[in-house]
């Protein structure tokens, strides 16, 4: 899509746009820490809690304004964690409760907060709960915690229904005295019946426990997918993965899940300090996102329309205008997100042109990606509301796409089906120095193997280098802090811009970002605050390059 936009006024005042300064969570900028592949601090090859821990100083000094851990509960790490035996322990590859408490205790004394993972859509297959129910057979109450049904079939040898895992195959396992238990993901995360008072019970329990220790909100993993249609209807049709986030499915988005964000609600409001839940929301639109960040329910829910879009002015435009309208009635910030531990990191998305996936065929490709990447970054961090940054996209990292079979962990990978199972790619431990063996991550090596070269891509090579991607976030973050027209809000003013060029105001601030395939001129809106890539400016003229974003102030 292309075309040149005229000017609009900007939107009416809304809830959000009067909303107290200290809602930190408005315009925060969050940093997602993956625990496995951050830093290690016993060499055994895998991060832990007390790696973050001594990393901290250097994401204060990043300038984010808190940390958000995926999961290091116990787990028998079916699916990295995100298949959790006990949600009041660490798994003893990270640490204990000691070392999360000393965490989060350093956290706050260096202005930041802490944020974790919850897992409430399903349990491991060795919690507790779980082992008891196939333990005691059929007719068991505690089966009536999970999703256990007898199967089709002349013999019940047939699934329940036609739902299929996110990872592929069938939704549906048996166990040996013939009954099937529902799970959306691998086999060893069964899905909880959120139908049983006990379950909601346990939740709100689990939430207490955290709270108490003293983290400052929760990101809510599949919050979508807590309640599951009456009767747990068939879907019809095959591929039905390529449906999620795009159509109504009877195990996701239902209208039911609703209810327990408002129960949650109540108790996170009863802690001083301004905690918040963040949604992991698939859904099909923007609007329905919308919806679980109501005033009496969750703070933000991540915008994975924005994360899907390709670098395109038309299309970039189309969705930040539809996700700004779609907050503004229920007064929730929106939030704004490249990359995370899911998906092909935007470094390498960018580099191709769609349908290409993460194959990065030459040194240009990379060149691209970066270039893109780093303009994508100014954009988003000018546009109103939350922003979300995944570990070592600050370094400009591409995603690690020829990673041998054998060494890969991903379990969508091994199932040949449903996600193309290539997410190890964007987990591969970051690097620290230019050298040692795993370029700082720890003294054991890395549970994934890092490339040849990561060391020239590492905080030591890029610190100092005011032209490095790290510098570029550091700056970036501590311009935004001082641009009182940057951060909350929940509208832009678009302005007259060629084609292939976005070019909106915030007050006195201006963000022009050329996606196009060349040069652009543009009028010169100020003073410079940043630039992605070099600009030139003559006679109240600026000529962009391709693939560059350009934040000025009028003031």
């Not at 060893?188 to 346990?202: L, R």
């Not at 007050?507 to 970002?513: D, L, P």
């Amino acid at each position: 899509m292309s075309q040149q936009h005229s000017a609009v006024d900007p939107a009416p005042t809304s809830p959000l746009a009067t909303a107290p300064r200290g809602d930190w969570w408005r315009d925060a900028v969050i940093y997602q820490v993956y625990p496995r592949s951050f830093a290690d601090s016993n060499d055994d090859g895998m991060g832990d809690l007390e790696g973050i821990r001594s990393r901290l100083p250097y994401l204060r000094d990043l300038g984010v304004d808190a940390v958000w851990l995926s999961p290091f509960y116990a787990s028998p790490q079916a699916d990295a964690g995100y298949d959790v035996a006990d949600y009041r322990a660490v798994d003893p590859m990270f640490g204990n409760l000691l070392d999360a408490d000393a965490l989060i205790r350093d956290a706050r004394e260096l202005g930041l907060r802490i944020i974790v993972d919850l897992v409430p859509n399903h349990s491991s297959d060795q919690y507790e709960w779980f082992r008891r129910a196939v333990a005691d057979g059929p007719g068991s109450p505690l089966r009536d915690r999970y999703h256990f049904r007898p199967g089709k079939g002349e013999n019940g040898e047939l699934p329940p229904n036609d739902w299929e895992s996110i990872f592929g195959g069938p939704a549906w396992t048996r166990v040996e005295d013939g009954e099937w238990y529902l799970h959306l993901f691998a086999p060893e995360q069964p899905d909880f019946n959120w139908e049983h008072p006990a379950v909601g019970d346990e939740f709100r329990s689990i939430l207490r426990f955290w709270l108490d220790m003293g983290v400052d909100g929760f990101r809510i993993d599949v919050a979508h997918g807590l309640v599951k249609a009456a009767g747990l209807p068939d879907i019809g049709g095959s591929d039905q993965v390529k449906l999620l986030g795009n159509d109504v499915m009877p195990f996701f988005d239902q209208d039911g899940v609703h209810e327990i964000y408002r129960q949650w609600r109540t108790i996170l409001d009863e802690y001083p300090g301004e905690r918040i839940f963040v949604a992991e929301a698939w859904t099909p639109t923007v609007e329905r996102t919308a919806n679980y960040v109501r005033p009496d329910e969750l703070h933000q829910a991540f915008n994975f329309q924005y994360l899907s879009t390709e670098w395109d002015a038309g299309e970039l435009r189309t969705v930040i205008d539809r996700t700004l309208e779609a907050m503004r009635p229920v007064g929730a910030p929106s939030t704004w997100v490249l990359s995370n531990h899911d998906v092909t990191r935007h470094a390498t998305r960018f580099a191709n042109p769609p349908g290409l996936g993460t194959q990065i065929r030459t040194a240009g490709d990379r060149d691209l990606g970066l270039r893109r990447a780093r303009a994508a970054t100014l954009l988003m961090l000018a546009l109103p509301g939350s922003a979300y940054i995944y570990q070592g996209e600050e370094l400009g990292l591409p995603d690690v796409v020829d990673l041998a079979d054998e060494v890969r962990q991903d379990p969508a990978y091994f199932r040949g089906a449903g996600q193309d199972g290539f997410r190890d790619g964007c987990r591969v431990p970051i690097p620290w120095t230019r050298t040692g063996s795993s370029y700082g991550f720890g003294g054991g090596g890395s549970w994934l193997p890092q490339p040849e070269g990561w060391g020239e891509l590492s905080v030591e090579a890029q610190t100092g280098e005011p032209d490095s991607t790290l510098e570029l976030y550091r700056t970036a973050l501590a311009v935004r802090r001082t641009q009182p027209d940057l951060g909350a809000g929940d509208a832009v003013q678009w302005l007259r811009a060629p084609e292939g060029v976005l070019a909106f105001r915030r007050g006195e601030f201006v963000c022009v970002t050329n996606t196009s395939g060349e040069s652009v001129t543009t009028p010169v809106h100020g003073r410079v605050l940043l630039t992605s890539g070099e600009i030139t400016e003559a006679d109240g003229e600026a000529k962009v390059p391709s693939d560059t974003t350009v934040w000025w102030t009028t003031a």
